[in-house]
């Protein structure tokens, strides 16, 4: 079955970066992008951008643009978010899902929980 | 950027009525590009219907979806306990993919 596996949480200090892994099983690659999406405590869901599994092509959210970057490696059917320059509000639960900008998202990881404090 | 609105924010019901939730957008939405997922509390979300009509897999067919243009509607019949949690709607037809802000469904 479909299973993304998302690395453990993480505590860092404003201006200081994080870089987030999702681990794919269960299905091709390279055939499906993933969306990542955070959701700040006690709010709702925000899109922040998909990478292709296929030609690593990546989109993102425009209030991201410039601080984040989205990568895959493929021989390990893995995909990272690297969110740089963090400030509090970027404190949230970051899940990855698969599918593209333009598709449903069928399957979610677990959630990685980045707490940023001083 | 396509605004989706949800409501009600809060809906309390008790195990065993029915439940109507919306989802309006500010732009028409492809029928196709519209999808709802349940998340329940401290856990991930999950895809529950999709197209807006067809149920995902495993979904129960107390579930159901409906609508067009800008109106889609989530129906749920007969309560369980475990369909209380927030449930969101997303367009993924038009760029950026934006989600509702959800509508909780809490036990009354």
């Known amino acids: 079955q479909v299973q993304l596996v998302q690395s453990g949480p993480e505590l860092k200090k404003p201006g200081a970066s994080v870089k987030v892994s999702c681990r794919a099983s269960?299905?091709?690659?390279?055939?499906?992008?993933i969306t990542w999406v955070r959701q700040a405590p006690g709010q709702g869901l925000e899109w922040m951008g998909w990478?292709?599994?296929?030609?690593?092509?990546?989109n993102y959210a425009q209030k991201l643009q410039g601080r984040v970057t989205m990568t895959t490696d493929t021989s390990a059917s893995t995909a990272y978010m690297e969110l740089r320059s963090l400030k509090s509000d970027d404190t949230a639960v970051y899940f990855c899902a698969r599918g593209s900008g333009y598709e449903l998202l069928d399957s979610w990881g677990q959630g990685t929980l980045v707490t940023v404090s001083s | 950027e396509i605004v989706l609105t949800q409501s009600p924010g809060t809906l309390s019901l008790s195990p065993g009525e029915g439940a109507t939730l919306s989802c309006r957008a500010s732009?028409?939405?492809?029928?196709?590009?519209l999808a709802w997922y349940q998340q329940r509390p401290g856990q991930s979300p999950r895809l529950l219907i999709y197209g807006p009509s067809s149920r995902a897999s495993g979904i129960p067919d107390r579930f159901s979806g409906s609508g067009s243009g800008t109106d889609f509607t989530l129906a749920i019949s007969r309560l369980e306990p475990e369909d209380f949690a927030v449930y969101y709607c997303?367009?993924?037809?038009?760029?950026?993919?934006?989600f509702g802000q959800g509508t909780r469904l809490e036990i009354k």
């Open positions: 997303h367009q993924f037809g038009s760029s950026p993919p934006t």
């Open positions: 269960g299905y091709t690659f390279t055939s499906f992008g």
């Open positions: 990478i292709s599994g296929y030609n690593r092509n990546a």
């Open positions: 732009q028409s939405v492809s029928r196709s590009d």
